[in-house]
Every structure is written in C-alpha cells, then in structure tokens.
C-alpha cells in the first residue's frame, strides 16, 4: 500500500512558478512509478508528467514540456513537481499518483492506482 499527500499549491500570477511536493509512505515506493496529474473545473483529468522508479526517464504532456520538472528522492519517499512560467490555463487541482504494479511507469492514468488528495493551483491571468 502506498499513501500520498500533496503539498505546495496556491495563487500566483500568470508567469511565476511554483513547486508542488508529494510525500509517500509504503516500503515499495521506490520500485514503483510515479505521475502528477491535473483536473480544471468542467474537464477530464489529465496527465502532467510521470517519472520511472529510478529517475532517468521522465514523460511530460505537450503543455507543460519545457516548463515543468519532474523528480524523485527515494531516500525520503518524496516527488517534486517545479512548474515555471505558468499559465492561466494551467489552474487545475493537482494530484499526485503511484502505480498499480512495481516497475511501471508511463502517461497513462490506468497504470496507476494509488492518488493523493490533490492541492490547487491557482493562475491568475
């Protein structure tokens, strides 16, 4: 089992950055992938970008590439999302999520099972 909880949203003017945390519990989360995604009021849930279990490979929707970071420390249970030059359209709740299976990884949403609370992310324009 693996349980997730997000930190770090608020309100910030179109431009500014901010940095989202998520901190896990569970002795697997290590092994498993891990992927932030983001749901606006009125739309589907999306995807963000998502990080393997051991760093190196990272996936980012088209939207965010270039703009936003993904990264792990395993040896605190923690991923961190840095998000730059924001949008209006980036505001959204922001949800932290696991995979279903050690040593998965990827966009999509159905590889992962386990999510957190979410946190929102405010863009003003």
């Known amino acids: 089992q693996v349980q997730l909880a997000e930190s770090g949203g608020g309100l910030v003017q179109a431009g500014g950055s901010l940095r989202l945390s998520c901190a896990a519990s569970g002795r697997t989360f290590s092994s498993r992938g891990m992927g932030w995604f983001r749901q606006a009021p009125g739309k589907e849930r999306e995807f963000v970008a998502a990080i393997n279990w051991s760093s190196p490979t990272t996936y980012y929707a088209d939207s965010v590439k270039g703009r936003f970071t993904i990264s792990r420390d395993n040896a605190k249970n923690t991923v961190t999302l840095q998000m730059n030059s924001l949008k209006f359209e980036d505001t959204a709740v922001y949800y932290c999520?696991?995979?279903?299976?050690?040593?998965?990884?990827?966009?999509?949403?159905?590889?992962?099972?386990?999510w957190g609370q979410g946190t929102q992310v405010t863009v003003s324009s």
């Open positions: 999520a696991a995979t279903r299976f050690e040593y998965e990884s990827g966009a999509s949403a159905t590889r992962y099972s386990y």
